[in-house]
């Protein structure tokens, strides 16, 4: 829950100077616990960097009589060289990819603070192989240098819904002044810190560590209070399963679908990404149609020329059709598919999987596909657009969202030529 605290600023408060002009009213109710969560953990990401850097002086011999300081200093600069260039290939890589980073900024901003804390660890572990200090370094700088990207690629998202009245810039300026005095805060108790600690590189590693995971809870503590209104694939497949929760509640207005309710269990960790296993979109048309282009215009008259997608269950001859924790819905979109036919065709797989569960098995393949995708789509029909005018009505943005369904690097998409049709 949100903290019940209340701040009040009494000019000439030296808070004022911290927060945007015209607090609380110029942004969302959620903002002062975001940058609560946000400063905590950016001290103790400031304070592990500290005794990180101290660390790394240790490992290439500061302070040793027996230390070249020019190969010290070659090596410090090169190691920042190295991290710099793996940074670049990062970003070149990230916006070539289908895993946008305005798709999903809560997760990046997860990456980039375990990307941080990774990085710092390892700097902390380089007085043990100091050896090895060069290869070790350019590792841990690559990942600051992910961490630092990714943080300010997905700052502006996680920003934009933290905005009231359209004053985005303030925000921004904001933070960066909050983030300074975190850093001055964090950097001044790493100091502190330091010479208690001395040349200790184990209780170094441990406080480290610990800094780290405070940073790691504290940021997704603080996420939590970001409500993000457009549709990705994540909170997409959230709506729809507490919409398509049982069979016999289909289209009952729940206030779970609320964007403040899906913000507090979606997912946030980037690898635990939301594929179903029972749904698999961007099929290939030879996984999609095993049967060939019979089957494919078949699975096409179903629903109509005019819908861009195919859609299909997946046969089993062993089990019938459907077993839990097996793909039994297989969808695929059309080149020229629109963010409303991604809607739906969604909105179908959910409501196909339905009429799965409910009718698992059937003596004949095609009968039972035209059987159970003919009934699925006319529930989808029935249902789509008051699914549409009730997400509407509880905050999100579905018209001017870019619905991203991320079907992943391998997903395919069908191009129909009508000169061919017929």
Not at 105 to 134: N, Q, V
Not at 234 to 256: A, M, P, V
Not at 300 to 309: I, N
Not at 374 to 380: D, G, I, K, L
Request: glycine share 6%; charged share 15%; hydrophobic share 40%.
């Amino acid at each position: 829950m949100e903290p019940k605290w209340q701040l009040k600023i009494v000019k000439p408060s030296i808070l004022s100077h911290f927060l945007p002009y015209g607090y609380p009213d110029s942004v969302s109710t959620s903002y002062l616990s975001f940058i609560t969560y946000s400063f905590i953990a950016s001290v103790s990401s400031a304070t592990s960097m500290v005794l990180s850097t101290q660390a790394l002086l240790l490992a290439i011999g500061v302070g040793s009589n027996h230390a070249p300081p020019i190969a010290g200093a070659f090596n410090w600069i090169l190691k920042d060289g190295i991290g710099q260039i793996g940074g670049v290939y990062f970003a070149s890589k990230v916006s070539s990819s289908s895993l946008t980073i305005d798709s999903d900024p809560k997760r990046w901003r997860i990456l980039s603070a375990l990307a941080l804390d990774g990085a710092t660890m390892l700097e902390t572990l380089c007085p043990l192989f100091p050896h090895y200090f060069l290869p070790l370094a350019s590792i841990a700088n690559i990942g600051k240098n992910i961490g630092f990207l990714t943080a300010s690629a997905s700052r502006a998202s996680i920003h934009q819904a933290l905005v009231k009245r359209d004053n985005l810039g303030d925000i921004t300026a904001k933070a960066g002044s909050q983030s300074t005095a975190a850093s001055l805060v964090g950097t001044s108790i790493g100091i502190i810190l330091s010479p208690l600690l001395g040349n200790d590189t184990i209780h170094i590693s441990l406080l480290v560590f610990t800094l780290s995971s405070i940073h790691i809870f504290y940021t997704c503590r603080s996420l939590r209070f970001v409500t993000l209104t457009t549709l990705n694939r994540s909170r997409l497949d959230l709506l729809l399963q507490e919409y398509f929760k049982n069979s016999t509640q289909i289209g009952t207005d729940h206030n779970q679908i609320r964007p403040e309710s899906i913000s507090q269990v979606e997912s946030l960790w980037p690898f635990s990404f939301y594929y179903k296993d029972w749904l698999k979109v961007g099929c290939s048309l030879s996984e999609l149609c095993p049967d060939g282009i019979e089957q494919l215009t078949f699975l096409r008259d179903l629903l109509g020329a005019d819908e861009k997608y195919i859609i299909c269950p997946s046969w089993n001859h062993d089990t019938g059709i459907y077993s839990t924790g097996s793909t039994c819905v297989k969808l695929t979109f059309f080149e020229d598919a629109t963010r409303r036919d991604i809607l739906r065709g969604m909105t179908h797989a959910y409501a196909l999987r339905v009429c799965i569960t409910n009718h698992p098995r059937h003596h004949n393949k095609r009968c039972y596909e035209s059987e159970i995708i003919t009934q699925s789509y006319n529930v989808m029909k029935m249902h789509f657009d008051k699914l549409i005018l009730t997400l509407a009505n509880h905050g999100w943005n579905v018209e001017g969202s870019q619905c991203r369904v991320m079907e992943g690097a391998a997903a395919v998409r069908l191009r129909i030529d009508t000169k061919y049709e017929g």
